[in-house]
Every structure is written in structure tokens, then in C-alpha cells.
């Protein structure tokens, strides 16, 4: 799966300018959640010691706050920003790339970008996501990383499992007699939330490692807070992740991959 990515960056995107522009484009797109995360365990810090802290500091206690707000505001706002510049930055790849193409293949080369921006954004994500996990208690971040493995390589499966059928539907076309086009998206939506599926199920057993160790003192009330926070956030992302691959399956088969 990750070698079907890769390469079909490198065919979207020829120069090394538009693939840097675009490469940086994910890394802080991935980076924003995890940056949110750090604001959030400000927030939960704030929340369970901002009583006893306003009584002892006022000054400083309004000083943390204002931090949060700003931070909190910077992170939402480069959010919505990058949204807004990625369509401009596919379209200067697309133009240096200088590719003569038909409506239908531009379609679907447009298609083909978006979906694989979504996938390596979640990659990288789950990347960040496990690295700040080691960080705040290495045990569950272990666990996680296991976890996290065994999703994507089910995850997989799935997607050469799929794209290898939307060849075949691309080869059989819609004659009477071939698979029926209702029967098609279901199989794709499907695979995409037997994938999710998959991702809830991991990230309840990390769940369940973590609150074992927060009960029994291993882990503060704050951070327990932020795992649990990142590990929803982080489910919600191999979600994604499975519904995007499985769209860019049939993206890259109607545009032709191998």
C-alpha cells in the first residue's frame, strides 16, 4: 500500500518543487491534531489545578489562560488556512507537471490527489500521534504502536483486495450480466468501514491498557485525559484512512495505476 502511495505521488506531482510544496503541505496539516492535543492537555492542566493555582497566582493563573486562548486560536485558524491553499497548491503541481490530459482524466486525477493527500496526512498522523504517546507514558505508547501496525497491515490487505476489483470492473465495464453498480459502491463502503471497524477495535484495547494503569497510579489524571483524547483522535484517523485508501483504490484504477 505504501509503495502504491508513494509512487503514485511521484506521478501526480514530477518537479521537486511541487512535490516539496505539497510534502510540507501534509507534514502541517498531520502536525495540527497533534499540536491541538498540547493545547488540550494545557486545558486539562488548567481545569484540575486552575482552582487551587487562581487562589494562590491570580496573575499567573490568567497569564495560562490567555496562552491557551492564543494557542487555541493559532491552531484553529492554520487549520482552515491549509484547507484553503491546498486546491491552489494541486493546481500549480498540476500545471508544471504540464501533462496533456482529457476532462475525465483531469477528474479524476483531482480525485486522485485529494485521496491520497487524505491517506498520507493519516499516516503521518498516526506517526505523530504514536511518537507523542511515548512521550507521555512509553508502556501504552508500545502498545499503541503494535496496535497501530497490526490496523495498517490489515488495512492493508483490504485496499489490494479492492483495487484489484476496481481493475476488474474497469475491464468488464457495465454490460448486462457483470457485477451491478449498487453492489460495487457497497463492496467499497464495506471493505472502508470493515477497516474502521478494525481501528475501533485496536484502539479500545489500548484504551482498556490505559485506564489499567492510570487506576493504578501509573498515570496522572491529566495525561490520562490527553491518551484518552489522542486515542479517540487517533481511531477517528485510521478511519479516515480506511475510507480514503478505498477511494483512492478506485481513483487509481480509473486513472490507470498499476
Do not use: C
Not at 503494535?146 to 481493475?167: D, E, G, N, T
Amino acid at each position: 500500500m505504501l509503495a502504491h502511495l508513494l509512487a503514485a505521488f511521484r506521478r501526480l506531482f514530477t518537479t521537486r518543487k511541487s512535490r516539496t510544496v505539497v510534502g510540507l503541505l501534509i507534514v502541517v496539516t498531520a502536525t495540527l491534531p497533534v499540536a491541538e492535543m498540547l493545547v488540550l492537555e494545557m486545558f486539562s492542566s488548567l481545569i484540575i489545578e486552575g482552582p487551587e493555582a487562581f487562589t494562590q497566582d491570580t496573575n499567573g493563573a490568567i497569564l495560562q489562560i490567555g496562552i491557551f486562548l492564543l494557542a487555541f486560536g493559532l491552531t484553529r485558524g492554520v487549520h482552515h488556512l491549509v484547507r484553503l491553499v491546498r486546491v491552489r497548491v494541486f493546481r500549480d503541481g498540476f500545471e508544471i507537471a504540464g501533462r496533456t490530459r482529457s476532462p475525465s482524466q483531469e477528474s479524476w486525477e483531482w480525485a486522485l490527489a485529494f485521496e491520497l493527500s487524505g491517506v498520507l496526512v493519516s499516516l503521518v498522523q498516526a506517526v505523530m500521534f504514536s511518537t507523542l504517546f511515548l512521550f507521555i507514558d512509553w508502556p501504552t505508547g508500545m502498545v499503541n504502536i503494535l496496535v497501530v501496525a497490526v490496523v495498517l497491515a490489515l488495512v492493508s490487505a483490504i485496499y489490494r483486495r479492492q483495487f484489484a476489483l476496481q481493475k476488474d470492473y474497469i475491464k468488464m465495464g457495465s454490460r448486462p450480466g457483470t457485477v451491478a453498480i449498487p453492489q460495487r459502491v457497497g463492496g467499497r463502503v464495506r471493505d472502508a468501514e470493515f477497516g474502521a471497524m478494525l481501528a475501533s477495535v485496536g484502539m479500545v484495547l489500548v484504551l482498556v491498557y490505559m485506564l489499567l494503569r492510570t487506576l493504578l497510579g501509573d498515570i496522572s489524571s491529566a495525561n490520562a485525559i490527553v491518551l484518552f483524547l489522542g486515542l479517540r483522535l487517533l481511531s477517528g484517523q485510521l478511519g479516515t484512512l480506511s475510507a480514503s485508501i478505498m477511494r483512492f483504490a478506485r481513483a487509481s484504477a480509473r486513472r490507470g495505476d498499476d
